[in-house]
């Protein structure tokens, strides 16, 4: 049987016209200040560029991970080449993936480096706004240097345009630090879950250093230099890091204020902040001693209390070490290692230009819509705030059916504008053309009570009722149009109506963040 040979002049850009066409369009159009693979975004107007330097913002702007805004239109891929690990984390199952960075519970495909290489440029070929190729894991990737450091020497090779990013628990990273700054590797993510070796001995019951067993309180010790150390030494020589909190109520909740300080101040970018999962039936020492997680209100607390001059990320997805496509999205099913090694890939670096030059001029025509939405409300004054939950399959628009979404995100209205404040994941409503009431009570409901409204492409009479019986004013009317600009229009709505006395404004309750494995739609 011939093999498939993937090509990117049939895929659909987002606003619906083909790559082929594009190229034709982007042929006619060579000289023009506007054309290009990186578009007016990097001319320092671009949508979500803020304070950042030129340089900073080159570096994240593509990246789905580093830039909330970027999510919505920018792909990530992992590979997972990495297995053993160095350190026991007490909310690790070593049968899962590491959950510093994966959802707990995922078990991912191991691949050798070569084996890797040939998935990212089917990934490339297949999935044009694909930028960055992760390492993180399975395990630690520097408890695997060879392999880690293998994979990326090939694809920088083969895949130049590609951004490498690597995830790691620290305790190896300053060994490293000049070797990922030789891979060109910009973006690093370490782990760091305490500063505090006594609150670390009731995270890591042991690490592996220099042939050697640590346990409790000296083993914390040296992983938390180790990492801290790490750290100072990538942010000296200009690598953009982001550090990754677990946050475990009871052990390192109120601590994490200190880490953010601490990790602030030796230049982390980005801290992330990720509520613990401890399903029992993972197996793990939190699972099985019924160290609960935080709820959606408290995660959402300690991450305001953090947002100072550091940026916060709050749209990680806690995803696989093999997840590929838009956060949020798992298309890793797509590209098994049986479907990836027969395929036939050519590299079309040309056509990868063209589509993310496409998805360039829409993330333009988003920040204009929000900016001129937010002008309406110039001079409005209030203390009213209000989430909004809204189904989207990516674009920045309400283009998702409450029946087909598996997660909602999350949006905080004020007279500041819409600020995206996190997501919350569900089960499927509609499940073989039926809508699942128990999935409405038991999960959709629950995940998105804290929510005044939930914008959605469309939605039936029954499930619309209910929401409503729940105090959440389920909104079709902003079907397919751009996120932000409706939240705003809708939160205009909402105070006129307070003030004419159409509604009263009350506190929502406290929501759930959804526990267990995440498996792909
Ligand atoms: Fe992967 Fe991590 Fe790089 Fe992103 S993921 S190695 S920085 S490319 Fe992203 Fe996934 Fe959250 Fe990680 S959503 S788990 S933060
Ligand atoms: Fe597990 Fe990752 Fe911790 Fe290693 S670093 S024990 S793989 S969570």
């Known amino acids: 049987m011939a093999s498939p040979i993937i090509s990117l002049s049939s895929i659909a850009t987002p606003g619906g016209a083909k790559l082929d066409e594009i190229m034709q369009q982007k042929a006619e159009h060579q000289g023009c200040g506007t054309s290009g693979g990186s578009g007016k975004a990097s001319c ?40 053993a690990c160095n350190i026991q984390c007490n909310y690790c199952n070593r049968k899962y993936d590491c959950a510093n960075e994966s959802r707990p519970g995922v078990v991912s495909e191991k691949l050798t480096p070569e084996q890797a290489a040939k998935k990212v440029l089917a990934v490339a070929s297949t999935i044009p706004q694909m930028t960055v190729l992760g390492i993180a894991g399975p395990g630690d990737p520097l408890a695997n240097p ?19 990013c690597l995830s790691t628990n620290g305790l190896m990273l300053p060994d490293h630090v000049d070797t990922i700054q030789s891979f060109n590797v910009d973006h690093v993510t370490i782990t760091i879950n305490m500063v505090d070796p006594d609150i670390g001995a009731q995270i890591y019951p042991w690490i592996f250093y220099k042939n050697k067993r640590y346990k409790g309180r000296e083993a914390a010790q040296i992983l938390s230099e180790r990492q801290l150390q790490g ?9 953009l890091c982001k550090v990754n909190s677990v946050m475990i109520p009871g052990i390192n909740d109120q601590h994490l204020v200190e880490v953010n300080r601490a990790v602030k101040s030796r230049g982390a970018f980005l801290h992330n902040i990720m509520p613990l999962i401890s399903a029992p039936e993972h197996g793990t020492v939190f699972g099985l001693n019924g160290q609960r997680g935080p709820s959606a209100q408290e995660l959402k607390a300690l991450q305001d209390s ?51 030059a ?28 209000i989430l909004v939950a809204v189904a989207t399959k990516g674009s920045g628009r309400i283009n998702e059916h409450f029946g087909h979404a598996t997660e909602f995100q999350i949006y905080e209205a004020s007279t500041a504008g819409a600020k995206f404040v996190g997501h919350r994941r569900v089960d499927l409503y509609c499940q073989g053309g039926y809508g699942e009431e128990e999935a409405l009570e038991s999960t959709i409901i629950r995940a998105i009570n804290d929510c005044a409204a939930v914008f959605v492409a469309k939605i039936g009479g ?35 109506q307070i003030r004419s006395g159409a509604i009263v404004h009350g506190q929502r309750g406290d929501a759930e963040i959804r526990q267990g494995a995440y498996v792909a739609a």
């Open 44 to 83: 320092g107007s671009g949508a979500g560029q803020g304070d950042l330097s030129p340089e900073v913002w080159e570096k994240v702007k593509n990246h789905p991970c580093y830039s909330e805004e970027a999510h919505h239109h920018y792909a990530r891929m992992h590979v997972a080449v990495a297995p």
């Open 146 to 164: 060879e392999k880690t450091f293998k994979t990326f020497e090939l694809i920088a090779k083969t895949a130049p345009d590609i951004k490498l």
């Open 231 to 239: 750290l100072e030494m990538l942010t000296e020589r200009g690598i």
């Open 306 to 356: 953090c947002e100072g001059e550091m940026n916060m990320m709050r749209h990680c997805r806690q995803c696989r070490a093999d997840a590929v496509g838009l956060l949020g999205e798992d298309r890793s099913a797509e590209f098994t290692t049986e479907n990836v090694m027969a395929m036939e890939v050519e590299y079309d670096l040309e056509s990868r230009q063209a589509y993310q």
């Open 358 to 385: 496409v998805v360039e001029q829409e993330r333009q025509a988003k920040s204009a819509a929000k900016q001129a939405e937010l002008e309406t409300m110039a001079g409005e004054q209030s203390d009213v705030k």
């Open 462 to 496: 029954c499930p619309k009722a209910s929401l409503q019986a729940a105090g959440i004013d389920a909104v079709d009317r902003y079907a397919f149009e751009y996120i932000e600009q409706s939240v705003i229009a809708y939160y205009r709505d909402y105070l006129e």
